[in-house]
């Protein structure tokens, strides 16, 4: 049996480049909405759709669900890791007060993370509880999730066996699709990650 889970990430919301965490809550844009459209274009694989609270990622789970009639769950877990004091300061700011505090994040964000921000353990465990649930609840299913990119940097880098301190060492763009597949196999559960980073699901989706 497999289960089938599909991630995007939210488009790009108003306001420009600044850091938006859990405490920040922007709508998309125009572009944002164009870009989410475009990324699923007609295809309905999805049995459930599940989705972060804040509204650059909810408004469009919540269109996409009421178009093909596909239940869909807010899921508080979900939200984007928090920031603590860079919550909607521009990334321009946070390199002016300290041009070397964006390099030493991404090389450690374990150690560096902003004053107040959340643990990347708190954050993990709270991510991993929805992703566990997921499994549960829908074996054999096809799943829709729509969230972050911290978030979706997080599971994905849970499911390769990657530590912490290597969240940074890859990207997800704005809409962007990754897809993996979760084989149950006398008991357990083979995790496959089968495409990252697509802007478009493939032609062979259903």
């Not at 603590?84 to 390199?95: F, K």
């Not at 450690?108 to 902003?114: C, E, I, T, W």
Request: glycine residues 10%.
């Amino acid at each position: 049996m497999t289960t089938t889970i599909d991630f995007i990430r939210h488009g790009e919301p108003v306001g420009g480049s600044r850091y938006r965490g859990g405490g920040v809550d922007d709508p998309l844009s125009e572009n944002g909405w164009a870009q989410m459209r475009a990324a699923v274009g007609n295809h309905r694989p999805w049995q459930a759709i599940y989705t972060s609270p804040l509204v650059r990622c909810r408004a469009f789970a919540e269109e996409l669900a009421a178009r093909h009639g596909v239940p869909l769950r807010v899921d508080e877990r979900l939200r984007e890791i928090g920031y603590g004091e860079w919550e909607g300061r521009s990334h321009a700011e946070v390199q002016a007060e300290d041009p070397g505090l964006r390099k030493r994040l991404w090389l450690d964000p374990v150690v560096f993370m902003p004053p107040g921000a959340e643990s990347l353990e708190s954050a993990r465990a709270r991510m991993t509880g929805t992703w566990e649930d997921i499994l549960d609840q829908h074996p054999g299913q096809h799943v829709l999730v729509v969230a972050h990119a911290g978030v979706i940097r997080m599971l994905l880098s849970q499911m390769l066996g990657m530590p912490l301190e290597r969240l940074f060492s890859f990207s997800v763009s704005y809409a962007a699709l990754s897809r993996v597949a979760v084989d149950a196999i006398d008991g357990a559960r083979l995790q496959r990650l089968l495409f990252h980073g697509a802007s478009r699901l493939p032609e062979s989706a259903p």
